[in-house]
């Protein structure tokens, strides 16, 4: 069974930085590809970043030029850099894996953004 843990989340000012980590039970290249997702309050989970396998990487627009998806395949650990962070940035992020047909998923962080 594979485990996702993330850690990282907090209480930060608009404006600031975080970065939140998914470590990984197993070795993370032997994944399809990792993604972080984020659900506020009320709101449906929606894709943040994924990195893929041969390590592409994509965003949803409203994350674009702020948000940074890395991975160290040694730690068997993704990361999210998350700089210039606004209110509505403000969700449980959760770390997500796919090998073929499989998904495992962490059990969240909370990231809050408020002054």
């Known amino acids: 069974q594979v485990r996702l843990v993330e850690s990282g989340g907090g209480l930060v000012q608009p404006g600031g930085s975080l970065r939140l980590s998914c470590a990984a039970s197993?070795?993370?290249?032997?994944?399809?590809?990792m993604a972080w997702y984020r659900q506020a309050p009320g709101n449906q989970r929606d894709l943040v970043a994924t990195i893929t396998s041969g390590s592409s990487t994509k965003y949803a627009d409203s994350v674009k030029g702020r948000f940074t998806v890395s991975r160290d395949s040694a730690k068997n650990t993704v990361y999210l850099q998350m700089t210039s962070l606004q209110p509505e940035d403000t969700a449980v992020y959760y770390c997500?894996?796919?090998?073929?047909?499989?998904?495992?998923w962490g059990q969240g962080t909370q990231v809050n953004v408020s002054s």
């Open positions: 997500n894996a796919a090998a073929g047909w499989r998904r495992y």
């Open positions: 197993s070795r993370i290249l032997s994944f399809d590809y």
